[in-house]
């Protein structure tokens, strides 16, 4: 096998989720799409070590012996364990680069939420650098998501995005290369997943895993025509495994609330927009992106409420990251776009 070589390594974009992590090379595109989950096992010396990384690790959720406990390094889409989220993005990154010899380490740029504070900026830029990057540039998500969209962030027009993540919607007015007006709120597929989880719970008395309301989510947003979804999980009142068929209907209506609360959001960047920019806004729409804009009728719902157009961009679960790519390369959105 040939190993390409050159003294500078590709550059790196990363969206460094609460639920997937992504990892675009550049001029290759995304080749690393696997979850924010780290499997680690005690050393017997008080401290951890790590056993499993992404999709394996995830397999091991709610499955693990006493001993070895599988996380999520990122909550909110701000890392809440250092160690365990510089032992996944080494790992990340070194799967990416593995085909490849470079003397000088890869740029990297990391799409982070908007209104990141000092603190966590710095730990996303250490553990990054730990992990092997040269230099280390944040770019905000909406801002991110915006370029990969293919919106004209770098005119005077305004640009509405409503990125609905794994752990936050973020929610931005663009123009002329930054952020006019700007939200990001605790509220994506995580609260989805809890509020399906409380619905099964109450409603059939059946307890269900993380992951199998993740299955139940992501099939609320496929193509399939069955009105109805089979849920597993364990009977609280026999204390036996269970399946029940569950209505989709009604698991969207479990949903709401957590939909509500992205609305309400969405409704209160409207209402700081400049005059101008909600013009654009009237006529341009609102533009829908991220794994939760792939829930059946969420665009509708939001056009019910703003009275908008909504769009949903092309390729939303790569949006963010297809966006961070293009500042490795496009020296008008290096010059233009604003950085943080």
């Not at 990154?93 to 908007?114: C, D, F, G, T």
């Not at 801002?143 to 990969?148: K, T």
């Amino acid at each position: 096998m040939l190993f390409p070589f050159s003294i500078f390594a590709k550059g790196l974009a990363i969206d460094l989720g609460t639920v997937n992590t992504l990892i675009s090379v550049e001029d290759e595109g995304v080749i690393i799409e696997e979850p924010s989950v780290v499997s680690v096992k005690n050393d017997g010396r008080g401290g951890k070590k790590i056993v499993a990384v992404g999709e394996e690790a995830r397999q091991m959720i709610g499955k693990t012996p006493d001993d070895i406990l599988a996380i999520r390094p990122m909550r909110d889409g701000v890392i809440a364990d250092f160690e365990a989220t510089e032992g996944m993005l080494r790992y990340f990154i070194k799967k990416a680069n593995r085909h490849r010899i470079a003397i000088v380490r890869p740029r990297i740029v990391i799409a982070v939420p908007h209104g990141i504070t000092p603190v966590e900026k710095k730990a996303v830029q250490e553990a990054a650098a730990s992990a092997g990057g040269r230099s280390v540039h944040l770019i905000e998500e909406p801002m991110a998501s915006a370029i990969g969209i293919g919106l004209p962030v770098e005119e005077p027009v305004g640009n509405m995005v409503v990125d609905i993540g794994g752990g936050t919607t973020e929610i931005a007015v663009i123009s002329l290369g930054g952020i006019v007006v700007g939200e990001s709120i605790r509220v994506g597929g995580v609260k989805f997943d809890m509020a399906i989880t409380q619905y099964v719970k109450n409603k059939y008395g059946i307890q269900i895993g993380e992951r199998t309301a993740e299955n139940v989510k992501i099939e609320l947003g496929s193509d399939g025509k069955d009105s109805t979804i089979d849920i597993k999980g364990l009977n609280l009142a026999t204390g036996t495994p269970s399946i029940v068929k569950v209505p989709k209907k009604d698991i969207k209506k479990a949903i709401i609330p957590a939909i509500s609360e992205i609305i309400t959001a969405i409704l209160d960047v409207l209402e700081k927009t400049p005059a101008e920019l909600a013009a654009d806004i009237v006529d341009r729409g609102i533009f829908l992106t991220g794994g939760g804009s792939l829930i059946d009728q969420m665009d509708e719902l939001i056009k019910e409420k703003t009275e908008l157009p909504v769009v949903r961009g092309e390729e939303p679960l790569h949006s963010v990251v297809n966006g961070a790519a293009a500042t490795l390369k496009q020296v008008s959105l290096l010059k233009n776009v604003s950085f943080i």
